[in-house]
């Protein structure tokens, strides 16, 4: 297979994965690890926000990535049993079950959290957890806020006391993701990636929308960290299907769009010379066009 280095890569979006969904963003745990199946299968390797927004994507030459990104911190998400182990059918629990199936699927997703995360477990508890098992805790504001609703100190203030939260929980744990409550942006859209607030100061890698389709390769031109598009976990028959996940992997796995295929090694940008995509400046001397 050949490597494309530039190609688009899906950055999957969920919610609440629950017996009997309640809104568009929820999914049944038997759908769940269905579309973790098909990934595995179609050669994706899960890599976590903050690895494909800084272009630290390691993954075997053939393979494809994939970022499983969850956001609002619900129980039907994570949350830990008696025995301290994940519940199995949380998002957490079949993940590494189906990682397990599927030697060389990671387990690796990122969680953007609110201020009173996963309120089963608690949330202090529940981030060291996820920090110490390798997933990676991104912001998503303390209280889920329109950033576009409010003044710019206040969306701020917000994204601050959002990344306050998960410091506290998890000494020493860096906050390098941010996604946007509702796919809104503060005005002006550069805030959610860079400001501060009552002596609090963050700096992120990448901010991540709602969106409706695959986002760029962090190589390419085409890739804004302040605005990185996502796809809504759907099936292939409910409304607006064409924006969600079961029509998006169809579209890259029969090459309508164009899929990042890594080369195998991480120090190189390989891409086919004949496709549109081209390769950010400042990724130029690492590339190697065929």
């Given amino acids: 297979m050949d490597a494309n280095e530039l190609g688009a890569v899906p950055v999957l979006m ?117 920090h110490a098992h390798g997933f990676e805790v991104g912001n998503h504001t303390r209280d889920h806020a329109n950033l576009r609703d409010i003044s710019a100190g206040e969306a701020q203030q917000q994204i601050a006391a959002g990344q306050q939260v998960i410091e506290e929980s998890v000494p020493g744990a860096k906050v390098t993701s941010l996604a946007l409550p509702f796919g809104v942006q503060p005005n002006p859209p550069g805030l959610d990636i860079k400001g501060a607030a009552d002596g609090k100061r963050y700096s992120y890698d990448g901010a991540y929308l709602v969106g409706a389709g695959p986002a760029p390769s962090p190589y390419a031109s085409a890739f804004d960290p302040v605005g990185i598009p ?26 309508a769009v164009a899929r990042y295929t890594s080369d195998g090694d991480p120090d190189r940008i390989s891409y086919p010379e004949s496709g549109s995509a081209r390769p950010a400046k400042e990724f130029r001397e690492r590339t190697r066009p065929y």
């Fill in 230 to 255: 996502r796809i809504r976990s759907a099936g292939a028959h409910v409304k607006d299907a064409q924006f969600g996940s079961a029509h998006w992997l169809d579209e890259l796995r029969d090459g």
């Fill in 14 to 130: 969920y919610h609440q994965i629950v017996d009997k969904p309640r809104s568009d963003y929820d999914r049944r745990p038997a759908d769940f690890r269905a579309e973790l199946e098909r990934l595995a299968k179609e050669g994706y390797v899960p890599v976590t926000a903050g690895a494909y927004s800084t272009g630290k994507i390691d993954i075997p030459a053939g393979r494809h990535p994939v970022v499983l990104t969850f956001d609002d911190s619900t129980d039907s998400q994570f949350a830990l049993g008696d025995d301290g182990r994940p519940v199995a059918d949380s998002a957490v629990g079949i993940l590494r079950d189906v990682a397990r199936r599927h030697p060389g699927f990671k387990p690796a997703a990122t969680f953007f959290v609110n201020g009173d995360a996963f309120a089963a477990t608690g949330t202090k508890k529940a981030l060291r957890w996820l």
